[in-house]
């Protein structure tokens, strides 16, 4: 690029920002912002909680399906405002209810009229605690940068000698400078000094409490606000450096508050996590977080008029002051010792956080993190019951579906591995994951004939109910109906439970180690599902490190981590047999659904004695009883035909009333069914996929001499379609094949 054309670049430009700073109204007069307050009041005069809460509604929710229950999820916890990577790699996944927690409690924040207790999120270590304070940090910034959410602050403008014309403004010559708006537009050129406010007052706290109350009632009134005002911006006060400055210029000026408010300029200001601006995060370290200092006599200072130099002025400071309009988080708060932390008490309770010569407001939501071990400490101390009143606890489990774990895992820890990430690698740490925080029901607290299939759910079953909502396929219909209608009553139980389900378990700080370890295997060339499952043989020997190792096994294999890595790998054989059958071409998948479908349509014609419409001829015939008795053996039901015809209609009758309007989804309904359909397909061509198994070893060995142009093209083809359909590579398919070989198919004739 020539010289002439990156000038004319870097002029166009200059150009955009100079444009977009006019039209984000960067800096105004007094008089300007007036202005753009009365189009808006209510959007103008927010507190914190009011901004943040707005801020939740700005970016919208939407409903998300659980196996127990519809919940309600605010998109902000997505940061749609961040490129996809970004975005998947920082979201909050999952914790819907979390969510709606956090909203209510802003909700009552601004129905009282501030932020008056500091909500603390309580959990296990590694239960994203600290993600979802970044998520709502993340979106104040964005949402800061928006026109619903702009906010604006003053400071005070001084011009010099050639401004005024011999005169610097305090000789109490009311309405000598009439020609402008102020002095808030000067060029620096004109300007002696320009005193910050760090305390980020509102522009309305220069008007008197009494006639900003009356004003703001019209303004409202006139706006048809569903809300009142703040109780923030109605009876705040100016900080003591700003009210100073007030004071001394309305003594200047004989009382005349249109001359005072000539000095003042309103500047638009953008929250920022890395500038501490609105957005602070404070770690437990030992530290008070306000205090004040003297403002030191700098060359801004000393071309102050006289009046305001002979003040001894000071600056706040500290965190609470930069968290000002928006959120201080402090993390792991319960890990300070009880009087580093005292003070939030009085501050959330009064709203302000008291100094050695003033007291300032204190505008932000206070947002805190401990974890469980902490929380019960702070439980037994003496001062805990004074300081619940002030507390908002809202409870952070580790999540319990492990589809949304392995997405943590996935969008966090696989972009890491810098290599080949196998199938069902991630998906077998999810898995052991929450297989760890499952906890045994408590029978007694269901009615029956459910009390029954509760107490003999299994670990694994309750994991995969969570995850799938459906009940497991051993059940009868009728068990299995009343399981997944209580699925939210089991997820729910140990809500109560001092030691609640999802407070104890592997961390997904432990299972990243874990990944990161397994994927430098030296035995495989990619992270491997073997290799993860190496890696959790050697975690569960460290029981000494965990307290989730070192939990008494319960009935139906709770806490018995050695059975979950034995049937883990046993359901990772099970996926890697039915890939390798697929990707066989021996059957294609559409036969065996579409021969389950042909069946449920005579199946439904048969119950209701109908007769079914041949599709070739357009006759309408009996319903098909040789095919259907077929079906039927292969699902292991020659005996019993009858009630399971009636107990599949039954299940079709149960999603009609639940999806009102909508086909009969039968992948969704018959799962099971077409489940034992499809291994029933395949148990006569096992020998064959065996054979074909053994042929991609050989393949991958590079040792062909044994197969002829046919075999060896039937296992190219195979190993294609794995990539293709899976996502295999070739050391992921190598590592499957022999796997399966070895513990699947070393019986099976050659």
């Given at each position: ?35 753009l ?18 801020m ?29 990577e ?14 709606l ?19 603390l ?67 620096d050129?004109?300007?002696?000094a ?23 009632e ?23 450096k ?29 929250i920022?996590?890395r ?46 002051v ?11 708060l ?21 100094l ?86 408590d ?26 909502g ?31 389900e ?72 099970d ?22 479908d ?21 006759q ?121 070989t ?9």
């Amino acid at each position: 690029m020539g010289s002439g054309k990156i000038l004319d670049e870097l002029s166009a430009i200059a150009e955009r920002v100079q444009r977009e700073f006019e039209e984000e109204r960067r800096l105004l007069s007094f008089s300007e912002y007036l202005e753009l307050f009365a189009g808006d009041p209510v959007r103008h005069s927010r507190d914190a909680a009011r901004y943040i809460r707005d801020m939740f509604e700005h970016y919208g929710r939407v409903e998300v399906e659980r196996p127990w229950g519809t919940e309600n999820r605010f998109r902000l916890f997505d940061l749609p405002f961040l490129s996809e990577e970004d975005a998947q790699r920082d979201a909050l996944v999952a914790h819907e209810r979390i969510q709606l927690e956090l909203f209510r409690i802003l909700s009552n924040f601004v129905r009282e009229g501030r932020p008056n207790r500091v909500v603390l999120l309580h959990g296990p270590n590694g239960s994203a605690k600290s993600t979802a304070a970044a998520c709502i940090m993340q979106a104040l910034e964005h949402y800061s940068a928006q026109e619903d959410g702009a906010l604006y602050r003053f400071h005070w403008v001084f011009p010099n000698q050639t401004k005024l014309k011999g005169s610097i403004g305090f000789t109490g010559r009311r309405g000598a400078h009439k020609d402008d708006d102020g002095y808030a537009h000067l060029a620096d050129s004109q300007i002696d000094a320009r005193l910050f406010m760090e305390v980020r007052d509102h522009p309305l706290f220069l008007l008197p409490q009494q006639e900003r109350g009356a004003l703001l009632e019209r303004m409202y009134a006139s706006a048809d606000a569903s809300e009142p005002p703040p109780g923030w911006i109605l009876r705040g006060n100016l900080s003591l450096k700003s009210r100073q400055v007030f004071e001394a210029l309305l003594t200047s000026y004989e009382g005349s508050l249109e001359e005072v408010l000539r000095h003042v300029q309103v500047e638009r200001y953008f929250i920022s996590r890395r500038y501490r601006v609105g957005a602070v995060t404070l770690g437990p370290q030992l530290s008070v977080d306000a205090g004040e200092r003297q403002v030191t006599a700098d060359r801004s200072l000393s071309a102050l008029p006289s009046s305001l130099q002979a003040i001894t002025m000071f600056e706040a400071f500290g965190e609470l002051v930069d968290a000002a309009g928006g959120m201080i988080e402090f993390s792991d708060l319960l890990k300070r010792p009880l009087d580093a932390f005292k003070y939030l008490q009085i501050t959330a309770e009064t709203g302000e956080v008291s100094l050695r010569s003033q007291s300032v407001q204190v505008n932000c939501v206070m947002l805190a993190s401990g974890n469980e071990v902490h929380l019960s400490a702070f439980r037994e101390h003496p001062e805990f019951e004074s300081f619940r009143g002030r507390f908002e606890l809202v409870k952070m489990p580790y999540l319990r579906n492990h589809n949304d774990e392995r997405q943590i895992y996935d969008a966090q820890i696989a972009p890491q591995i810098r290599k080949h990430v196998a199938p069902h690698a991630t998906e077998i740490a999810a898995q052991f994951a929450v297989l760890t925080r499952m906890r045994r029901p408590d029978p007694d607290r269901y009615e029956k004939p459910l009390r029954d299939v509760v107490s003999e759910i299994t670990a694994i079953e309750k994991m995969d109910l969570y995850a799938t909502g459906m009940p497991p396929a051993r059940l009868e219909d009728d068990a299995a109906k009343s399981l997944r209608a209580s699925i939210a009553q089991l997820y729910n139980e140990a809500e109560a439970y001092p030691i609640y389900e999802g407070s104890i378990g592997a961390s997904p700080r432990e299972m990243r180690t874990l990944l990161l370890d397994a994927a430098q295997n030296p035995h495989y060339q990619c992270l491997s599902p073997f290799a993860v499952l190496e890696a959790l043989d050697r975690l569960c020997e460290r029981s000494s490190e965990y307290t989730w190792l070192q939990e008494d096994k319960a009935p139906g294999g709770y806490h018995d981590h050695k059975q979950f890595r034995l049937q883990l790998r046993e359901r990772l054989l099970d996926k890697l047999e039915e890939e390798f059958r697929a990707a066989s071409g021996l059957v294609e998948e559409r036969q065996y659904t579409e021969l389950f479908d042909r069946y449920i349509n005579h199946v439904s014609n048969w119950v209701k004695s109908e007769k079914v419409r041949n599709p070739l001829t357009g006759q309408y015939e009996e319903a098909d009883e040789r095919m259907m008795q077929e079906v039927e053996a292969l699902l292991g039901a020659v005996d019993e035909s009858e009630s399971l015809r009636h107990s599949l209609m039954n299940r079709v009758a149960a999603w009609a009333i639940d999806h009102p309007g909508e086909p009969v989804d039968n992948g969704h309904v018959f799962r099971a069914q077409i489940k034992r359909l499809k291994e029933a397909f395949f148990a006569e061509r096992r020998v064959a996929v065996a054979k074909l198994t053994r042929d991609m070893v050989s393949v991958f060995r590079e040792d062909v001499a044994g197969l002829d142009e046919a075999r060896k093209a039937a296992a190219e083809a195979s190993i294609a379609e794995l990539k293709r359909a899976f996502h295999y590579e070739d050391s992921s398919a190598a590592d499957a094949a022999v796997a399966l070989t070895r513990e699947r198919f070393a019986d099976l004739p050659s």
